[in-house]
């Protein structure tokens, strides 16, 4: 159970439990405040658990908020420093690292430049080619990806499944059944701060998909009526 700080406390998750194998990609979908961003808030310790218990073991590289973890008065290439370091590594690691992290990013003639100057779609190129070049044991990313051209998101798919291949395991957290369908061995349903439905990820996301078009159609009638009425 999670606790928001509000004047009335309220649970924000109800009875959440599982686990994900190594070199295992799950997926978590759901409507807006469900829960999905909680649940990787806390799996990355950015907020604890009011009761249970979490558990994980390698270096965790994750992806959760735009721009979170960058401070926009430095320099793209002073902010790939810090969040290296967040991540564990140091400064001769990162050096090591640099030039893959430009080339992925495709915005090296930018990075001397202050990020608070960086479209949205820039912000998450670099955010992005951090997160997969600091040998992470397990990538959790969220629905940061719907940011930028379609090309590049296709680009930062293409990387996660190549990284999944690779033995790292991946949560990814997602609005869209498809893409959590083509990545995910298994996909968690949530709604309500709930477990809905958790098995293999075509089964839910179909159930998913199914859900959300009968929940669009009647809202659709029901926004009918009342301008009938």
């Known amino acids: 159970m999670l606790q928001a700080e509000e004047a009335e406390a309220r649970e924000v998750l109800h009875d959440i439990s599982f ?17 999905k961003s ?32 960058f401070h926009p008065d430095m320099s793209g290439r002073e902010n790939i420093y810090i969040n290296a370091s967040i991540f564990g590594l140091d400064k001769k690691e990162t050096d090591e690292r640099m030039q893959d992290i430009l080339d992925f990013s495709e915005i090296e003639e930018h990075i001397d430049e202050r990020v608070r100057d960086y479209s949205s779609g820039m912000y998450m190129r670099l955010a992005f080619s951090i997160a997969i070049n600091v040998s992470a044991n397990i990538l959790i990313v969220d629905e940061i990806l719907s940011v930028g051209d379609i090309a590049y998101q296709k680009k930062c798919m293409d990387k996660i499944r190549e990284l999944k291949e690779s033995g790292v395991t991946i949560v990814l957290v997602t609005q869209n059944p498809e893409q959590a369908a083509g990545i995910c061995d298994r996909t968690i349903w949530l709604d309500n701060g709930r477990i809905k439905m958790m098995g293999p990820s075509k089964e839910v996301c179909d159930a998913y998909s199914d859900f959300m078009l009968g929940s669009g159609r009647q809202r659709s009638l029901q926004s009918f009526f009342a301008r009938s009425l």
């Open 19 to 35: 686990d994900v194998r190594k070199g295992e990609a799950l997926g978590i979908i759901g409507r807006n405040g469900s829960g």
């Open 38 to 69: 909680t649940i990787l808030k806390l799996l990355t310790r950015i907020i604890r658990p009011d009761s249970g218990t979490i558990e994980t073991q390698g270096r965790i590289s994750c992806l959760i908020e735009l721009g979170a973890g």
